[in-house]
């Protein structure tokens, strides 16, 4: 697949690939900003140590947790995006409220991406994840957490059981076909 950078002059935007633990949202966002050649944020990164320990000890984050994360994500997209074109990031987002904080920081267009998987599949994967601070007895808090997004949102789902080629083309997909026209029209025509 060729890459689909944006050109010059067209508008940037942020995708956000969100979803409980253990959905696939850091291997999709890697392979999406692969493919649109623009930086990946990984949202995991933005944690403060506090917040990394109380969920290592397996207590949910709060709200009050979340939203200094939330802001220095947010800020660190726009950062991505100033720099022109497009920015992915890795962010579970589970409420539309953290979706409004995110788009507010953010301040650009910003399209999420919900990978679904069902609770026994996403519990199956977190058993075999090592390497993350997230454990999986905190599975049942985030899928109560969730909150899928609203018609009135710029968001698709995608099923995470796919592979992360069939995610990353059903996700430039739709990101195409919710592109404006002017974008549309200064991606063909190479300004």
């Known amino acids: 697949m060729q890459p689909h950078p944006r050109h010059a002059g ?45 969920m290592s000890a397996g207590q949910p984050l709060t709200d009050e947790d979340r939203w200094p994360w939330l802001d220095r994500l947010g800020r660190a997209m726009s950062q991505s995006l100033a720099a022109g074109g497009s920015a992915v990031a890795a962010c579970s987002a589970l409420r539309r409220s953290y979706r409004d904080r995110l788009r507010a920081a953010i301040a650009a267009p910003t399209r999420f991406v919900l990978l679904d998987a069902s609770p026994a599949e996403l519990q199956r994967r977190l058993d075999h994840r090592s390497d993350h601070y997230m454990p999986a007895s905190l599975l049942g808090s985030q899928l109560a957490t969730l909150e899928r997004p609203g018609d009135d949102e710029a968001a698709t789902l995608l099923p ?32």
């Open 10 to 54: 067209s508008a940037p935007v942020a995708i956000i690939i969100m979803g409980v633990s253990g959905s696939g949202k850091s291997t999709l966002g890697a392979v999406l900003a692969q493919a649109l050649a623009c930086p990946f944020l990984d949202g995991d990164d933005f944690h403060d140590a506090a917040a990394i320990a109380k």
């Open 160 to 191: 995470a059981g796919d592979s992360p080629r069939q995610l990353r083309d059903a996700a430039l997909s739709w990101l195409r076909a919710t592109e404006s026209p002017i974008d549309r029209a200064s991606r063909t025509s190479g300004h």
